[in-house]
């Protein structure tokens, strides 16, 4: 059965740091592009970083310079490193992996709760 297992959630005060991880089962996903996602309570998902098989990184809004997305190919594993972390950051964090061409395919991991506060 492929599927994505997130772990790595927890809670901590403000300007902490914490690191998740996202391990892929199932199939390899060297091809795949993969994603966090942030989902705040009450409010939609949304992206927070996104990396490419060939390691090119992008970040959505706050997440410039605090955190840092990673992938090993090798052990089927992406990372979410978050420093300085903020209450806003507080929510379920999702990872995604997709493949835009022939095989298509998209998943997306049960989610990890992050919470933020004094």
């Known amino acids: 059965q492929v599927r994505l297992v997130e772990f790595g959630g927890g809670s901590v005060t403000p300007g902490g740091s914490l690191r998740l991880s996202c391990a892929a089962i199932?199939?390899?996903?060297?091809?795949?592009?993969m994603a966090w996602y942030h989902q705040a309570p009450g409010k939609e998902r949304k992206l927070v970083a996104s990396?490419?098989?060939?390691?090119?990184?992008d970040y959505e809004g706050s997440a410039e310079g605090r955190f840092t997305i990673t992938r090993d190919n090798r052990r089927n594993t992406m990372w979410l490193q978050m420093n300085s972390l903020k209450p806003e950051d507080t929510g379920v964090y999702y990872c995604?992996?997709?493949?835009?061409?022939?095989?298509?395919?998209?998943?997306w991991g049960q989610g990890t709760q992050v919470n933020v506060s004094s």
């Open positions: 995604k992996a997709w493949r835009s061409m022939t095989p298509m395919f998209t998943y």
């Open positions: 199932g199939q390899p996903f060297n091809a795949a592009t």
């Open positions: 990396i490419t098989s060939g390691g090119r990184s």
